[in-house]
């Protein structure tokens, strides 16, 4: 925290009360939920653009449902988590709502019960996930955390340092079949509207992670390759993502 708190040099909620004052065409939380969710999808390798779910979701073009549904999905979960507590249960629906056309509707808000890994583009394995043995008990003990952090005072630098290791144990953790990285950052911005309020719609983390995904992905990466033996003192790059696109 007092590295995170060094290297942040501004303050981003000024930012954030100039954009809710924009002049939009369409409603402000459904204008920024749409973006998340574009951009969120598009980190995955989804191929639709944001124009064409701007004109999907609110000029009622058309397009093959193929195109729009993943993402849709997540501005389902976005549009809940507007309307939801923070919770462990709510996760778990919320990860049904965006993972509805990712996996079978067993799986759906469901824990996983079966080892993890994660598999680079050289067909390598570059991470091990959670065993699936002590994960029910690693969720509930993450979520036992976010719920203290939830309760906590905090300054803005630090509503955005715990937003983004939320979103950082979350995907190491690895709780789901498929969707984690979806969650993560849903996380993420769910603890900034539960700490910040509705101004934190305008936080766009997901953009700045697509648009900087090399450094996204690499920066996970370099806490390690197992989840026991991750060093967490080589988060700061990860952490720093979010607000340091902010910066004017």
Known sequence: ???????????????????????LPVDYFDFYNSVSSVYSAKIEGEEIDYDSFYKYKFLKVEYEPEYTKRSDDLYHAYQFVRKNELSKENILKAHGILAAHLLPAAQLGKIRTNPMYVVGGDDRIEYVACDQYKLESEFE???LEVEAALKQEMSTQEVFYFASMMHLVLVKIHPFQDGNGRVGRLLEKWFLLHKLGEIAHAVNLEKSYFENRH?????????????????????LDFLLMTLSSMKP
């Open 1 to 23: 925290m007092e590295a995170f708190s060094a290297a942040i040099d501004f303050d981003p909620l000024p930012l954030l009360n100039e954009k809710r004052k924009e002049d």
């Open 141 to 143: 003990l993450f979520f």
């Open 215 to 235: 450094n996204y992905y690499s920066s996970i990466r370099t806490l390690g390759l197992e989840y026991d033996h991750l060093d967490y003192s080589q988060a």
